[in-house]
């Protein structure tokens, strides 16, 4: 987007909300329906969520991952076990120089997840290595794999179990997107924290 085509600041903020508000309003929510349900069956039975990106969307998946551990329920130890395998960056440049920046995601999986975990790619995208071995990592674990994407899709949005695909040509409003997805998710799931609530102490498996 060239900011220098528009007259003033208003009138690229107003462009900007119009593309946004055409590409959800015409987007089909049913894999973000998937991925609500997914996640809340994580919460009953105790499944991880791994959330990874790059650059902004390192930032976004740090900020959800955060979103789902406490602010999802804010009742101590209800929140679902959501991880960012963006924020420590001990471990990403120790990957990273000793076996490359597109394994920094894919070697966290191998160790911390489980088969039916949850991996939550977010990429502008769609085709940066990491994200695409991180991908492949989930696949041969036996994790279900989302990806939120804008511009084609790419690779991921191919290899990805459940894609959810903005086609969007603008990198600031595809990182948008992911927030929006990971927000409304959080805003369904946090409508049930009660029901969970209850759930969590009626089942055996959470009782000490």
């Known amino acids: 987007m060239n900011a220098l085509a528009f007259a003033t600041p ?28 997914d996640l809340r069956d994580c919460w009953q039975t105790g499944r991880q ?23 999802l329920s804010k009742i101590p130890g209800s929140g679902l076990r959501a991880h960012s395998l963006a924020a420590n960056p001990a471990v990403m440049s120790c990957l990273a120089n000793d076996e490359g920046y597109d ?6 999986l191998g160790v911390l997840a ?8 977010l990429s502008g995208s769609g085709n940066s290595p990491n994200i695409i071995k991180a991908l492949e990592q989930a696949r041969a674990i036996g994790m279900t794999s989302y990806a939120v994407v804008g511009f084609s899709g790419g ?29 409304m998710v959080m805003q369904w799931l946090y409508a049930q924290r009660d029901d969970m609530a209850a759930f969590r102490n009626a089942s055996p498996k959470h009782k000490t």
């Open 103 to 108: 394994q920094i995601f894919a070697l966290q």
């Open 114 to 121: 489980r088969r039916g975990d949850v991996l939550v790619a």
């Open 49 to 71: 969520v791994f959330l990874v990106g790059n650059g902004g969307s390192a930032a976004n998946a740090s900020h959800l991952a955060n979103d789902l551990l406490y602010p």
């Open 155 to 183: 690779i991921s949005r191919a290899i990805a179990d459940v894609p959810i695909h903005f086609a969007i040509d603008d990198m600031q409003m595809a990182e948008d997107t992911q927030l929006i997805v990971g927000h």
């Open 10 to 37: 208003a009138k690229l903020f107003g462009d900007y909300s119009r593309r946004l508000s055409a590409a959800l309003e015409a987007f089909d929510w049913t894999p973000v329906e998937r991925l609500a349900y």
